[in-house]
Every structure is written in structure tokens, then in C-alpha cells.
């Protein structure tokens, strides 16, 4: 089965756009530059894939430095998507060098605190000796959130090949497969749609297992009567979807069918509840007072949900008390579960997109949990 989408027909990313974003924030966050060290943060900003690399961005330039491994495809990406940036390739002393000849005359540079390590905090303190450092959160994060139509369209085409996945391979849960298995051929039929590869690692808990939320497919034979977490996503050019659906291969037990009614119900407050402005704390609040009033309030053992892009749990964050704005073009997770030691658990969960006239579904698989 090919492909389900083109990705050079999806619509351009504003790339080139990003920095402006970034130094024009940089004032407000007490720092005259920043340091991007966050790898999902150089690439939202530069179009460079690569694993290693740093991005200084002064107010009047943007150096890139990374290793020899990486020498041509930083050049290309870095041109393809418009940015401007100087280009240092060369060992970690080399790096080093570079940054602190680009420093020169920058008084407050700021680090990003969250995605440091503690060593290279501790070189960075010897390698810009005359400038001071600020810790800075979620400055590129901030950005990161709202979407862009090219975003858009990559989230929105991960959301539709794990739609087709779903559909095609879900049959065989009832074919006496192992979580295992079922996992490995969902993330096949991913690929063939158009995934470069799962956007977490991919879960199926089947009957006691599916009361552990973060369950690991194991060998476990799924059998009748049982309920079976599926919680999944595909990646397009960086951009995740999430999802999960509840199964159930044959018929519940009265008891277990009341707790897939109550987390129904509760997704389904979730999914209203979603409006520009907002906050994830309203949508988490939604969702908890269904599952409490049915008296599962302290089986729910995570949040609702988070944003989703270019990682699977980024800004804003869905949960009990988070005072993050939903705004429009923010892409969230909505994801109540409730969870019965030893015998089962259910969750549902949707990404979607905030817009003007509320949240819109992107994954859209059937939630009837039959097979
Ligand atoms: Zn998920
Ligand atoms: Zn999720």
C-alpha cells in the first residue's frame, strides 16, 4: 500500500520567519542572546535535522556550529528552508571557539536551562568569560506551540496515516496475536502510509496490562473479553500524531463496559471543553469532574494531555492546575483514561487542533471499541 500523502505537496513551513520570532522575545527574557542547544529547537529554527549542534543567535547573527558528520547536510537544509546563518563545521574545541569569537561583545547570553547538561554549562561559563549567562524556559517552546499551515498540514497527514493504519491491521487483535506482534504490524502499515517511524514507542496493553497506562507490548496472547489500550502515532517530516482507542475483542464484563462509558463520556468533555484562550487546566478540569462524578476520580493516574509537533509531549501543557493558553493554532492532546489495578483500563485520546471556532479532531478513528 503506497504512501497516503506527498510531502512535497504539503504546504511550506515559514522557517525563515522563526528568528525574527525569537530575538524579538529575547529582551523580555533578560538576555542579549541565546544559546540554542535543544536539538528540536536548532531544527524548528534552521530546517537542520541533524542530532548534534548549536545555534547562537545574536541580535545581529545566527551561527550554526556542528561536527564534521554533518558538514554538507547543515549547509543544504539550512538553504533549502531560506534561513541566513554562518556555518562553523568542526570538532568540539573548534565549536567552542567559534561561539566565543561570535560572543564577543554580548553582555547577557542566555542558555536554555531545560535541555543542558550540567558539563557543558559548566565549559560554557570558561567559554564566554566575559559575557554573563541567564538561564531562560521555554523561549523557543513558546514559539514552537502555535502552528503554522505547513505544521499544520504535517501533524495533520501523521494523524491520517495512523488513521488508516489503525483501520487496516485492527482486525487482527482478534486473530489470537501478541501485543508484540499486534504493535510491530501497526508500525509496518504506519511506514507503508507514509511514516518515517513511530512518533513514541508504540503501546498495546492487553487485559490486566492495559490497567498500567505506559505499558510495554510484551508477548501476552490478547484474549476474549479483554480490553486492549492501543496508543500510538506516526512522524511527517518531523511533525507527530498521537492517538489512542480502546478494544475490546468480544464481550465486556458489565464492569468494565460501565468504565469504557465513563471515559467515553469524559473524552467527549474533554473535547468540548477545547476553545482559543482556554487554559489546559479548564480542559484537564473537564474531563476529571466526568471520571470523578462516575466515581473513577482516582483511577484517572495522568494528565489529560499536552501539545503535540515536533516532540510527542511539548507546550501547552493539558493538565490539572496548568495555567497554558490554549491559542489558535495550538495543537493539543485530549487523553482521560481510568485504570483498574489487575483487571483493565480504557483510554481515549484525540489530537487536536485549537482553532477560532473551538477544537478540531485530526485523528479521527471510530471509537466504537467492537471489532
Ligand atoms: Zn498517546
Ligand atoms: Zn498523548
Not at 130 to 151: F, M, N, Q
Request: aromatic residues 4%.
Amino acid at each position: 500500500m503506497p504512501p497516503i500523502f506527498e510531502l512535497d505537496a504539503l504546504p511550506a513551513m515559514d522557517v525563515p520567519g522563526r528568528l525574527p520570532r525569537l530575538r524579538e522575545r529575547l529582551g523580555a527574557a533578560g538576555c542579549d542572546a541565546l544559546l540554542v542547544t535543544k536539538q528540536e529547537n536548532l531544527r524548528y529554527l534552521t530546517g537542520f535535522t541533524g542530532s548534534a549542534g548549536m545555534l547562537l543567535v545574536a541580535p545581529a547573527s545566527t551561527l550554526l556550529v556542528t561536527d564534521g558528520r554533518y558538514r554538507d547536510q547543515a549547509a543544504e537544509q539550512v538553504a533549502a528552508v531560506g534561513v541566513v546563518a554562518e556555518l562553523e563545521v568542526s570538532g568540539p574545541k573548534g565549536q567552542l571557539e567559534a561561539l566565543a569569537a561570535a560572543a564577543r561583545g554580548l553582555g547577557r547570553i542566555g542558555l536554555e536551562a531545560s535541555s543542558i547538561t550540567w558539563g557543558l554549562q559548566l565549559r560554557l561559563v570558561e567559554v564566554f568569560d566575559r559575557s554573563s549567562l541567564v538561564a531562560t524556559r521555554g523561549l523557543v517552546e513558546a514559539l514552537r506551540a502555535v502552528k503554522d499551515d505547513g505544521e499544520r498540514a504535517r501533524i495533520e497527514a501523521a494523524c491520517d496515516v495512523a488513521d488508516v493504519a489503525i483501520a487496516q491491521v485492527k482486525q487482527r487483535l482478534s486473530e489470537g496475536c501478541t501485543e508484540a506482534e499486534f504493535a510491530s504490524e501497526l508500525e509496518a502499515e504506519m511506514r507503508r502510509r507514509g511514516s518515517s517511524g513511530p512518533s513514541f514507542e508504540t503501546i498495546v496493553a492487553s487485559g490486566p496490562n492495559s490497567a498500567m497506562p505506559h505499558a510495554r507490548p510484551s508477548e501476552r496472547v490478547i484474549g476474549e473479553g479483554e480490553l486492549v489500550v492501543v496508543d500510538f502515532g506516526a512522524t511527517v517530516d518531523g511533525y507527530r500524531s498521537d492517538m489512542t482507542r480502546t478494544f475490546c475483542v468480544g464481550t465486556l464484563e458489565a464492569d468494565l463496559a460501565q468504565l469504557v462509558d465513563a471515559v467515553f463520556a469524559a473524552q467527549r468533555a474533554g473535547l468540548r471543553a477545547v476553545a482559543e484562550g482556554v487554559t489546559g487546566g479548564d480542559v484537564d478540569a473537564a474531563c476529571r469532574e466526568v471520571l470523578t462524578e462516575a466515581g473513577y476520580g482516582a483511577e484517572f493516574l495522568h494528565s489529560t494531555g499536552h501539545g503535540v509537533g515536533l516532540e510527542i509531549h511539548e507546550a501547552p501543557a493539558v493538565s490539572q492546575g496548568s495555567a497554558d493558553i490554549l491559542a489558535a493554532g495550538t495543537v493539543v492532546t485530549v487523553e482521560p483514561g481510568a485504570y483498574l489495578a489487575g483487571k483493565g483500563g480504557v483510554r481515549i485520546e484525540d489530537t487536536v487542533l485549537v482553532g477560532t471556532s473551538g477544537g478540531r479532531p485530526l485523528t479521527k478513528s471510530t471509537k466504537d471499541y467492537t471489532l
